[in-house]
């Protein structure tokens, strides 16, 4: 349940939610890398020489469609990054008032032994 809960705030599919021993895990939506490496795939085999030859426009198709990809994956990690920026920023308020309201505890029942 909690691993689908990060699968929705992270807006990640189904697919990134893998069983590990008893439990589960997410991991980041490789799609787009997935998608770029068949679009390298899809140009073509090289020559006998190892060199691939294209035409311009066909270039320019697959530079483009490479380049929306490269915008899909620099969107979803600064997503990642802010997610877990505010996460952190969350837990270290969290710890600073835990610590704040121990010491001050401490204080009192020091005050209370000492009167």
Same mark, same amino acid.
């Given at each position: 349940a909690e691993a689908r809960q990060w699968?929705?705030?992270l807006n990640?599919?189904?697919s990134c939610l893998k069983s590990y021993g008893s439990g589960y895990v997410v991991?980041?939506?490789l799609t787009p890398l997935? @998608?770029?490496?068949?679009?390298?795939?899809?140009?073509?085999?090289?020559?006998k020489d190892s060199k691939l030859e294209?035409?311009?426009a @066909?270039?320019?198709a697959w530079q483009s469609?490479?380049?929306?990809?490269e915008e899909n994956m620099k969107t979803t990690l600064q997503t990642l990054t802010q @997610?877990?920026?505010?996460?952190?920023?969350?837990?270290?308020?969290?710890?600073?008032?835990?610590?704040?309201?121990?010491s001050s505890s401490l204080e009192t029942a020091k005050s209370f032994l000492q009167g």
């Open positions: 699968l929705s705030e990640l599919p189904n991991t980041v939506d997935q @998608k770029m490496v068949q679009d390298i795939d899809g140009l073509g085999a090289p020559g294209m035409d311009n @066909k270039y320019q469609g490479f380049k929306a990809q @997610k877990y920026s505010n996460a952190n920023s969350l837990y270290d308020n969290l710890v600073k008032v835990l610590s704040s309201t121990i």
